[in-house]
């Protein structure tokens, strides 16, 4: 199994110019925990998360006055579309990383996250009911 097989294809990403307070009210969804930053061409340039936001207010930074460029982390994590699944997690627990960008030429096609790995392999023996 490769990243390709279970990447969220439906990603959501910021651009550099994006505000703290938007990136906050983003990750405060409960869908997030971190976003990707792209440029304008779709190229990954960094990752922003929920510690990235913590440390500009505990440096005494407004997030109405940060966006993501300023805060977030550089040098991002990224695998191809074609790396196993094993090599994935890994860079998870080799950085302690949540979510990894997934990239073709550099330019941002998925996210696989923790969860995403485990639902991959994990059949659950729960059932939904809906009841009038």
């Given at each position: 199994?490769?990243?390709?097989?279970?990447?969220?294809?439906?990603?959501?990403?910021?651009?550099r110019k994006t505000i703290g307070r938007d990136l906050a009210i983003k990750l405060l969804s409960g869908m997030y925990s971190g976003l990707p930053v792209v440029?304008?061409?779709?190229?990954?340039?960094?990752?922003?998360?929920?510690?990235?936001?913590?440390?500009?207010?505990?440096?005494?930074?407004?997030?109405?006055?940060?966006?993501?460029?300023?805060?977030?982390?550089?040098?991002?994590?990224?695998v191809s579309e074609n790396t196993p699944v094993k090599e994935v997690i890994d860079l998870m627990m080799k950085h302690n990383i949540i979510r990894v960008p997934v990239v073709r030429n550099d330019n941002l096609v998925g996210v696989i996250s923790r969860c995403d790995i485990l639902s991959s392999i994990v059949e659950p023996e729960f059932v939904t009911v809906f009841a009038d």
């Open positions: 199994m490769v990243a390709k097989d279970i990447m969220n294809k439906i990603v959501t990403a910021a651009k440029d304008d061409k779709g190229k990954v340039v960094g990752v922003v998360s929920e510690f990235d936001l913590l440390k500009a207010i505990r440096d005494g930074k407004a997030l109405e006055q940060v966006n993501a460029e300023d805060i977030m982390s550089k040098n991002p994590i990224c």
